[in-house]
């Protein structure tokens, strides 16, 4: 496992980014999202190392407290200008960028802020955000069941209600959302993320991602998505609807690829991580190059 002397800071206009950093070649940016820490990609990066690339895990901002800044907000605009103030931070002039969960929003809305800073991007679990309206009561019905955490953050106990029991709610939404996915992994996993959220300032930043919901969204990170993507959802992910992640493919400008994994729910990469890494691998020799 990563352990912690793996991971060095850089500070770049006053927000500090916790990462590992390996590999020589092309830079990719793997980026988690909730409730994970960037543990999680260690496999992934070690194949992608292999293959001729340069990884970079970073810590979501707030899910380290280095990276903690006081009053900066998690609107969508913030979040896409995190994802290439890192680039910035790290002297890099362009890179591809893997996300999960929140992290897909972070690629997302950086490919769409500064187009020219981004190779290629790789969203997992979360389609476009602009394909996220139900055009039918079964369709919301369905994601409001999935993802009706987004309500529970909302309510002001919303932190003391996480931390009770041992972070028992984290641990139900792992099996709520990826129900199949069992053995050391996960549980190495959930582990950590534990112990991350264990932290109050940590936990309380995790929510606000969903606390600032309700932000009104700057047109800037919905703009057309100029690079090729390689879109990645669980068959059984938010009831199977594959909807928004069609839908999507229309809003790549260079063209995009839907991969599904039949049997994982929300972590499809960490799921089935081999063949997630064989086609996130192709991809990259494909479409961006080692």
Same mark, same amino acid.
């Given at each position: 496992?990563?352990?912690?002397?793996?991971?060095?800071?850089?500070?770049?206009?006053?927000?500090?980014?916790?990462?590992s950093?390996?590999?020589?070649?092309?830079?990719?940016?793997?980026?988690?999202?909730?409730?994970?820490?960037?543990?999680?990609?260690?496999?992934?990066?070690?194949?992608?190392?292999?293959?001729?690339?340069?990884?970079?895990?970073?810590?979501?901002?707030?899910?380290?407290?280095?990276?903690?800044?006081?009053?900066?907000?998690?609107?969508?605009?913030?979040?896409?200008?995190?994802?290439?103030?890192?680039?910035?931070?790290?002297?890099?002039?362009?890179? $591809?960028?893997? %996300?999960? !969960?929140? @992290?897909?929003? &972070?690629?997302?809305?950086?490919?769409a =802020? /500064?187009?020219?800073?981004?190779?290629?991007?790789?969203?997992?679990?979360?389609?476009?955000?602009?394909?996220?309206?139900?055009?039918?009561?079964?369709?919301?019905?369905?994601?409001?069941?999935?993802?009706?955490?987004?309500?529970?953050?909302?309510l002001?106990?919303?932190?003391?209600?996480?931390?009770r029991?041992?972070?028992?709610?984290?641990?139900?939404?792992?099996?709520?959302w990826?129900p199949?996915?069992?053995?050391?992994?996960?549980?190495?996993?959930?582990?950590?993320?534990?112990?991350?959220?264990?932290?109050?300032?940590?936990?309380?930043?995790?929510?606000?991602?969903?606390?600032?919901?309700?932000?009104?969204?700057?047109?800037?990170?919905?703009?057309?998505?100029?690079?090729?993507?390689?879109? $990645?959802?669980? %068959?059984? !992910?938010? @009831?199977?609807? &594959?909807?928004?992640?069609?839908?999507s =493919? /229309?809003?790549?400008?260079?063209?995009?690829?839907?991969?599904?994994?039949?049997?994982?729910?929300?972590?499809?990469?960490?799921?089935?991580e081999?063949?997630?890494?064989s086609?996130?691998?192709?991809?990259?020799?494909?479409?961006?190059?080692?």
């Amino acid at each position: 496992m990563l352990a912690d002397s793996s991971f060095e800071n850089v500070t770049h206009g006053g927000q500090t980014w916790r990462y590992s950093d390996s590999g020589r070649g092309r830079p990719v940016v793997l980026i988690h999202g909730f409730p994970d820490t960037p543990h999680s990609y260690e496999g992934i990066a070690r194949a992608l190392n292999a293959a001729g690339y340069r990884t970079i895990l970073p810590y979501l901002r707030g899910y380290h407290p280095d990276t903690i800044v006081p009053g900066r907000p998690y609107d969508a605009l913030h979040l896409a200008e995190d994802a290439i103030g890192l680039l910035d931070a790290l002297d890099l002039k362009s890179a $591809v960028l893997v %996300g999960h !969960d929140w @992290g897909a929003t &972070l690629v997302y809305g950086g490919a769409a =802020l /500064a187009p020219e800073r981004v190779d290629a991007i790789v969203p997992i679990a979360i389609p476009h955000p602009l394909t996220l309206k139900p055009k039918s009561a079964l369709q919301a019905m369905g994601l409001l069941v999935m993802a009706r955490h987004f309500l529970y953050f909302q309510l002001p106990w919303a932190e003391a209600g996480t931390r009770r029991g041992d972070l028992a709610y984290i641990e139900a939404l792992y099996q709520r959302w990826a129900p199949d996915w069992a053995g050391p992994e996960r549980d190495a996993a959930l582990a950590r993320v534990k112990e991350a959220f264990a932290n109050p300032k940590v936990l309380s930043a995790a929510i606000d991602y969903y606390r600032a919901i309700g932000t009104k969204v700057d047109r800037r990170v919905l703009a057309p998505i100029a690079c090729r993507g390689l879109m $990645v959802a669980g %068959g059984k !992910d938010f @009831g199977g609807h &594959l909807g928004p992640y069609k839908k999507s =493919l /229309a809003l790549f400008g260079g063209g995009a690829e839907l991969m599904v994994i039949p049997e994982a729910g929300h972590w499809p990469h960490r799921e089935n991580e081999p063949l997630f890494t064989s086609n996130l691998v192709n991809f990259l020799r494909r479409e961006a190059g080692p």
